[in-house]
């Protein structure tokens, strides 16, 4: 399946500009977009819970977290001193929410990386990998509307089954 991510990207924003007057800036991403898209191939209508936008930096406004699980979509295989196989996540190119914030609809999520790329792009990229589902790993640029996609998503809307893809974030670990 293909579509033109410059006009879906629009037709997202339109839809749920009218649930909330969406941000300028931060990424809109996760449940929210997805089911919008579904919602536009589909021609039904799916639930809409919240609009997440992750915002990269802290806000001394929010809810602050001093604990929270490392985020990444990597693994690192390593052995331990008796040479036992050990897969712990690479954190080295991970993410740590920081705060969150409410705002009607909207929930503001405040985040760290461990490594900064250059471009805010390739952070939004890391975010929506790191999302351990599937049918989510979609968003928003709001400053460009942007639609930015993974290879997990595309195949979740081709396919329509429902995967765990990045089985090390912090719950899916807990699973197994």
Known sequence: MTFNNNKM??????RLSKLQKLPESGFLSGGAVA???LSIIDGKEY????LDVF???????????????????EEVIGTDRYENIIINPDVSNSYQIKSTKWD?????????FKRKDSEEKNLYKRIIDSFDINCCKVGIDL??????????????????QLECTTPVTPHTRQLG
């Open 9 to 14: 990207s629009k037709l997202v924003l339109d």
């Open 35 to 37: 089911n919008t898209i």
């Open 47 to 50: 639930p809409i819970n919240d």
């Open 55 to 73: 915002i990269i930096g802290t806000d001394e406004n929010s809810k602050s977290f001093t604990t929270t699980p490392i985020r990444t979509n």
């Open 104 to 112: 009607g609809l909207i929930n503001y999520v405040f985040v760290e």
């Open 143 to 160: 400053s460009d509307s942007e639609l930015i996609i993974s290879e997990d998503f595309i195949n979740f809307i081709t396919g329509r």
